[in-house]
């Protein structure tokens, strides 16, 4: 390049603002990166099926990310963009009615175009004006657009965990049980450790987000006080040796153990043990990522509904934790476990204490038995991202903790994940709890 050129162009000194939006232009490269890295072992058939109304298929998730980025900051904030098509707008909005009419979830999979390329000529459309967005904010709306790219790589990391679940349902309909990935990280050789009980006296609590400490969803706040009766929890999830013992003691056999609308969907389901799990000459396999595994007898029980949780809960003299028991319990803990990051894409067994409770982050998310309801105070967003949590706050019950499918700097003490009771293809588990 000529000399010339360089001597024309003024040397660009870095200053703390566009240090800052070049740090957020990295986190969204990263984010977006890393749903990317997640379909790479796919094949092109696997991104278009749809196993069920709760599962999207994966060229979608993909999609749809993408499309939260176009409607709620470049589309507002970026008055020379445009859209590849003005279809997607209704393709890819997942519930948002007061921004449009969303296409029916139940037939995502019924969508063979635009295709699997388009898509990602999609993503690379989108990604290439969000770069030259976040390169030259706009003064008067920069703390918005911030606050709603923030939002937007949570909801992405969302996402990447709902594209593993979905992946692992797809896979799991084939006979042939065809693994995902050939190259997770194994499980460590480890031993089922006793439950021990970890006292909790009875006291006034706050719980709920510090509007000081970062990032959090709406749902997590207001902070607001609650008075809890002294209780124990145990030290580790239920195991999977464990929930064998209920099913051979008859636990899918007896009324007396489930709720009501448990005991009417183990009927119509046929429920005989958890999601994925089939008995092959007296063995127990389960169908993994990996493919098809042996149950691991120490491992946490993974892929059970509220309603199984809730009836071995009671099979086993106990019940499950209120969320504010679970955040004081976890309230010390570090936040460390096996999350997307460990690469197992499994719950693994791990060395837990006698005296403080373990495995509280990442491999499960740990159902509790409170009803996904509003904090006192709380209040949606205002427009359309009001839509994002709070509409969603019935017939749900609420999960703490994280999984193996989570992203390690996505999930908070605070964090509140909801599932409807029925719900078995998420990784989700559960520990026990007891009156005090």
Known sequence: MPLAHDLASPVQRETPDTLHTKEWLRRYQRVRQASERICEPLC???????????????????AHVT?????????????????????????????YETHGVPFPRPRRGTLSR???????????????????????????????????????????????????????????????????????????????????????AEGLHEIGHDPHGGFAYDNE??????????????????TNAEFIAFMQDGGYERPELWLSDGWQQVGLEGWRAPLYWVKREGTWYHFTLAGLRPVDPSAPVVHVSFFEADAYARWAGARLPGE??????ARNVAMRGNFVDSDHLQPVAAPTRADAPGQLYGDVWEWTGSAYRPYPGFKTLPGTLGEYN????????????????????HIRLTYRNFFPPHARWAFSGFRLTREA
């Open 324 to 329: 504010a028991e679970w955040e004081v319990a």
């Open 44 to 62: 092109t058939e696997d991104y278009v099926i749809q196993s069920m109304d709760d599962v999207s298929p994966p060229k979608w998730h993909l």
């Open 114 to 200: 635009p295709t699997v390329a388009d898509v990602y000529r999609y993503r690379a459309h989108v990604d290439d004006a969000m770069a030259e967005l976040l390169e030259s904010l706009p003064p008067e709306h920069a703390e918005e657009i911030l606050r709603r790219l923030e939002l937007g790589l949570h909801h992405e990391q969302q996402h990447q965990e709902l594209l593993l679940m979905d992946i692992k349902h797809i896979l799991a309909q084939n006979p042939l049980c065809p693994a995902y990935r050939g190259d997770l990280m194994p499980a460590s050789e480890g031993g089922m450790p006793e439950t021990a009980w970890i006292e909790h």
């Open 221 to 238: 706040g207001p902070r607001h006080r609650q008075f809890l009766e002294a209780f124990q929890i145990a030290n580790r999830p239920v």
């Open 390 to 409: 709070g509409k969603f706050m019935s017939g749900q019950m609420v999960l703490r903790g994280g999984c193996c499918a989570t992203p390690a700097d």
């Open 67 to 95: 499309w939260f980025f176009e409607a709620f900051l470049l589309t507002p904030f970026q008055p020379r963009y445009r859209t590849l098509d003005p279809v997607y707008d209704s393709l890819f909005n997942s519930y």
